[in-house]
């Protein structure tokens, strides 16, 4: 059973663009959480989702983010007009109940 | 929220040594779990400690859950380069809930 796979692993915007992250769940999971990593905050909840239903959304800006799941294919956290802030790892986690499964994650630059 | 303290926040030691890292909280816990992310890499769930007092081995990685259930430790013994990476402490998330962790100690062994 494959593990949770993300990609692309490094991923390198300009200000302005946009930057779309994608989590493939263990399979049998229905369940997805994405968090976000910074060095001074640590690993941080944004999102959670079942599929095509976003059930907390909480941790995420209002602005510029957004998260899907759609019945087929990978999950995708969207990032619009990304800016220098937004330079983080963010890791998906996916979850047949209770216990989460974290992906290597995707590293994130903003030039 | 329950707030999660973890120390140290770095600890750099050489390989042989043993060493101590703490998770500590005003709240009382049903269980606490910890998890180890490797550089580059998500974090891997190490155990979960359920009862006060309890004690729990991995090879060379003890784990005990304070007796009050308001702290744990984590006591590596004859620490290994293997063993470098940032360890986190997370109460156990319900399912639907995300995982709310602390900051992490972040070890650095060197050979």
């Known amino acids: 059973n494959a593990g949770v796979m993300q990609n692309p692993r490094h991923l390198v915007r300009r200000r302005g663009q946009e930057a779309r992250l994608r989590c493939s769940p263990m399979k049998g999971h229905s369940h997805v959480y994405w968090y976000r990593q910074l060095p001074e905050e640590g690993l941080k909840f944004m999102v959670y989702l079942q599929k095509e239903n976003i059930i907390d959304e909480s941790g995420m800006p209002k602005e510029r983010f957004s998260a899907e799941f759609p019945k087929e294919g990978p999950s995708i956290l969207r990032i619009q007009q990304v800016v220098r802030g937004d330079s983080a790892a963010y890791f998906c986690?996916?979850?047949?109940?209770?216990?989460?499964?974290f992906g290597p994650g995707t590293r994130l630059t903003v030039l | 929220t329950q707030l999660l303290e973890q120390s140290p926040q770095f600890l750099s030691i050489q390989e042989g040594e043993n060493l101590t890292v703490y998770c500590n909280s005003s709240s009382v816990f049903s269980s606490l779990q910890w998890y180890r992310q490797e550089p580059g890499e998500g974090p891997v769930l190490l155990v979960t400690v359920v009862t006060g007092g309890e004690v729990k081995k991995l090879k060379r990685l003890t784990f005990q859950f304070g007796d009050a259930r308001k702290d744990s430790s984590l006591h590596i013994t004859a620490a290994q380069p293997g063993d470098t990476g940032l360890y986190l402490c997370a109460p156990p998330n319900q399912a639907g809930t995300a995982l709310i962790f602390g900051k992490g100690t972040t070890l650095s062994v060197s050979s």
């Open positions: 986690a996916s979850s047949p109940q209770d216990t989460q499964y």
